[in-house]
């Protein structure tokens, strides 16, 4: 079993920056892909970016150029860093992380953005 611990969240005025944590641990065997998704009130869930343990990024067009996704293996941590944030950004935002096949969610934690 992994267990996921997210840190970061909060409230931040339009144009702000956030960076967002998740920690995994648990896990004997090495972490495949791990990624962050968002789900706004009303709306399913997206794929905000992820990454995978080489490094190979994918990101949600509409944060491509303000959000960066990273990760440190020896860690088994992932960030997200969120520059230029804007109202429709606000959302909960969920650590994933991929296992043996298997998908393991954080809590999630809450950015909203407002002025």
């Known amino acids: 079993q992994v267990q996921l611990v997210e840190s970061g969240g909060g409230l931040v005025q339009p144009g702000g920056s956030l960076r967002l944590s998740c920690a995994a641990s648990?896990?004997?065997?090495?972490?495949?892909?791990m990624g962050w998704y968002r789900q706004a009130p009303g709306n399913q869930r997206e794929l905000v970016a992820d990454i995978t343990s080489e490094g190979i990024t994918n990101y949600f067009d509409s944060v491509k150029g303000r959000f960066t996704i990273s990760r440190d293996n020896a860690k088994n941590t992932v960030y997200l860093q969120m520059n230029g944030l804007k109202p429709e950004d606000t959302a909960v935002y969920y650590c994933?992380?991929?296992?043996?096949?298997?998908?393991?969610w954080g809590q999630g934690t809450q950015v909203t953005v407002s002025s």
């Open positions: 648990g896990s004997r065997f090495r972490i495949g892909v």
């Open positions: 994933l992380v991929r296992l043996l096949g298997y998908n393991f």
